[in-house]
């Protein structure tokens, strides 16, 4: 009895040694954002609160939590508080399965990478949910838009990871990050890492493809209606899917925990701060990506999904898996 | 004795939201609840160790199928009394699926499967590599059949609904691209208090 005890409070601890993490690297990122888009348009960014303005987004949260929550009177009361509950949950229980070094994972379970395609697919049902419960116009026309993308966008994604999966040969993320200790899958696949970051984008709903809250034309879309901290907890999620799109790219693509070159001074150094590293070259380049490019039409962004990048990745998976096959490279 | 209680709580909670899904007056709840039905049957799955098969009915099913029914119901705007009224029509027909899919079942569990064959499958290491194994191999003929049918399914759909209609105006981004200057704009050279001349 005590070991189970023992075993729990670990486990118990492992968790809070992930979310932990997480949640203030969501805070410190949204500085990052809004440091990275002053820079690049010759402005200052936040720069008052804290040193280098670096408690900004500590700041707003604690605005956030003292304002009112407004629940609409004709609104759906219960999906409407639950779907942003919905949304940080599913953001949160992804990062189980994230392995940052070779031994320390929460859990090391054989169908990883479907467990984080299956969550990241259901991220959805929070912006839906939230589109329809509030029973108002915008909400309503976002859930409609962002169902449409991350569908789309799940189908490519989809392709991708299938293409690793056969370079691999296994569903288990350890395995995946450990058969690029020679060469990272983003040199070999280099055009499918290209289409899993738009992918991962669309599928964040960050911009060039945030239609689901186009400020432009939905006031805000699915989050329209929500206030204070129901609101921060759409936020939060957003941020902190950005952050777990980013992991899986690191580990799908560039090699999770390992150094760029195998030798000496590179490799002494802990798994962990190449993993976080690599990490943090994604977000910029999801950053970089918002300050540079414009918002993409509703009707681009589906001929893009459909008739562009679904038909690039069905074409080199076949293409992929014929080469393994003929020069004998098939894992097992 | 947990993996028993685990089982009778997620059946227990399986069997429940599907008398929701059917008793729900508001569509949308319906399509919720099946959703929680969906994330049950997988729970069950993974409970006897087949997590591949669990997993990929999330993703196919919750993942995707879910989502597009609620995307339709979500556009409808159905009349509740209406839609009470219709369901005393279909218990005979459904009455007689249930009974198709029991018989099955039955003639499944009973006749077919070996217990052996099943306890081997549930407790070897893997059986994502089982599956893989057996998929294109014994049943390929099965396998493609499927996805034919599939196919014919989609195909249909499109044909049904597509209708093309003239009067939609569409961007023909390689008319565009292909667009030169000369095609868009004429430099005339105009004398002073002449004006220009039309040509």
Known sequence: MTSLSFELTIGILKIFSFVVPVLVSVALLVYLERKVLGAVQLRKGPNVVGPFGILQSFADVLKLLTKENLLPSSSNKFLFIFAPMLTLILSLIAWAVIPISSTYVIANINIGILYLFAVSSFGVYGVIIAGWASNSKYPFLGALRSAAQMISYEVSIGFVIITVLICVGSLNLIDIVESQKNMWFAIPLLPMFVIFIISALAETNRLPFDLPEDEATLVAGFFTEYSSISFGLFFLAEYANMILMSSLTVILFLGGWYPPIDIFPLNAIPGIFWFVIKVFLILFVFLWVRATFPRYRYDQLMRLGWKIFLPFTLIWVVITSAFLFYFGLLPN | ?199
């Open chain 2, 1 to 199: 004795m947990f993996l028993v209680g685990s089982f009778f709580l997620f059946a227990a909670f399986l069997i429940t939201t599907c008398i929701f899904v059917i008793f729900s007056k508001n569509p949308v709840n319906s399509v919720l609840f099946l959703v929680l039905a969906f994330l049950n049957s997988t729970f069950l799955f993974i409970l006897i160790g087949a997590e591949f098969v669990g997993i990929i009915l999330a993703i196919v099913y919750i993942g995707a199928v879910a989502i597009l029914f609620l995307f339709v119901v979500m556009m409808l705007d159905i009349q509740i009394t209406t839609l009470m009224f219709n369901i005393k029509r279909y218990i005979p027909l459904a009455l007689l699926f249930a009974g198709i899919i029991l018989a099955e079942i039955i003639y499944l569990t009973v006749f077919k499967t070996s217990k052996e064959n099943l306890d081997t499958f549930i407790r070897s290491k893997n059986n994502t590599e089982q599956i893989g194994d057996v998929l294109y191999t014994e049943y390929f003929i099965d396998f493609q059949l499927s996805g034919i049918v599939l196919l014919l399914a989609m195909i249909g759909a499109i044909v049904l609904t597509h209708v093309y209609r003239p009067t939609i105006k569409r961007q023909n981004i390689e008319s565009q691209n292909s667009t030169t200057a000369q095609d868009r704009v004429k430099l005339v050279k105009i004398n002073s208090g002449e004006g220009i001349k039309d040509d």
